[in-house]
């Protein structure tokens, strides 16, 4: 499923003269690299990280990122911005992370959020000669804990923990796997590697470095290594 990009990881590496490999992350506040409260971590963001990986993979081929991340926003408020951030680049791999604040709909925007993820795809699809992978989240916090900052404390963090708790964000997740498959794109299952973490009994709270939904360093790697795991197989 991902032909194109790997034709061009393979050409890249014979044709030394030809545009690197590119690959643009389009998604929310964990795709731009947001940690603490106002800290952006370019060097550990997963997409860096996949990056690095894919360099050492593929020593001869020449790969480039686009970071396409922006704080606090849903797939439907990205999706005015796709033209400028993804289409205008005709990247070769394009990763689509968007769910963490997607959920904050509740039940009733699941319905809207599948025909927005739907419609990222078409437009890739019908203005690109990109793959496309689609990542799900991360877990958000699921008890009060002190890492979460005061600004965020109160109805924000709340919310948040909430959504977590009552199974908000997985009935997103599976929203996003089925829209997913009935589009043929290949998942990166980042919450499935979250899900085997709290069944080894790990406080997956402790991992978020904000306490509410920005992973720590070793969570973004764990992103990357999803990522690279659906390139690779």
Known sequence: MLEHFLKRVEQKAKQTSSAPVLITAI???VTQGCMQAGVIDHEHVYHNELKRMLERAYPATTFSVINAG???QTAEQALGRLERDVIRHAPDLVLIGFCLNDCGGGIDGIARYRETIASFIRSIREKTESDIIILTPNY???HDNPNIAEVHRGKTAESIIGRQRDGTLKRYVEALRATALDNNVPVADVYAAWEAMEKRGEDTTARLCNGLNHPDTA????IAETVMRCITQ
């Open 140 to 142: 958000m916090g699921s």
């Open 70 to 72: 922006v704080g606090g």
């Open 27 to 29: 998604g929310d506040s």
């Open 219 to 222: 969570g973004h790697m764990l």
